[in-house]
Each structure stands twice: as C-alpha cells, then as structure tokens.
C-alpha cells in the first residue's frame, strides 16, 4: 500500500526496492571511504607518537600546507579519528537498518533478483528431470 492507502503498483515496488539498493549501496561506499580516511590518520598518529613533540609537522589543511608542531597536530590527528570511528558506526547502524528495511521489502512484494530467478528456474527444470 502506498502512503495514501492505494495498493502500489509492481513499478512503484520495484522503483522503492532499486532506491532501497541504491540507499544501501551508496552507504557501503561512504564507510568503505571513511574507514580509508580512518586508517590513515591512525598511521600518520602511530608516526608521529614516537617524535619529539617539538619536532616540525606539516599539516595539509584545506588545501594549504601549514607548519606546525608535531605536539600540536597530534592531538588534533587523534580527534578527527576518533570524529571518524564515530561517524563509521553512525553510517554503519544506518545501513544494517535500511538492509533491513529492503529485505522486508523484498519479502513482503516477493520480489526476485534477476539471479535468484535463474536459480529457482534452474531448480524447477532439474526437479522435472529428476521426475521424468
């Protein structure tokens, strides 16, 4: 049923079901980038811990090279991942949830992949064979 109480029609299902996959899709591409971006600033933290902390560091930041100390930029390397580590578990609690919500999509209008009907076809022909 769509939001106004009319039955949907297979279309609108499978037009909701593709930006469900789509949804989910491009969630799983945002946290594959984010747990990039998350890797590399626990390795350039896990470089600079062992430094002298007034040590020069150069800090890419927006775009623009700027010098600091390696006291300085340590904290902030830290901070933005663990912004990273939380921004990832958001993203990810969101995609378990619209996973969810496309497979009872899924379910509820029945609706088959194009591999999952090639399975079942398959499995019906060698159950006719089988019989024959």
Known sequence: ????????????????YKE????????VNKITELEQD???????????KPLDPNR??????????VERTV???????????SNLDEVIKNLEARLETKQKE??????????????EAEAMRKQQMMAQQQSN
């Open 1 to 16: 049923m769509s939001t106004d109480g009319r039955p949907l029609d297979e279309n609108a299902v499978l037009v909701k």
């Open 20 to 27: 469900l996959t789509a949804e989910c899709s491009n969630l």
């Open 38 to 48: 998350r890797n590399e600033h626990k390795l350039v933290e896990e470089t600079l």
């Open 56 to 65: 020069r560091a150069f800090r890419l930041v927006g775009g623009v090279l």
């Open 71 to 81: 006291g300085e930029v340590l904290p902030s390397v830290a901070s933005n991942r």
């Open 102 to 115: 496309t497979a009872a999509w899924k379910a509820k209008y029945n609706i088959k992949t194009a591999e």
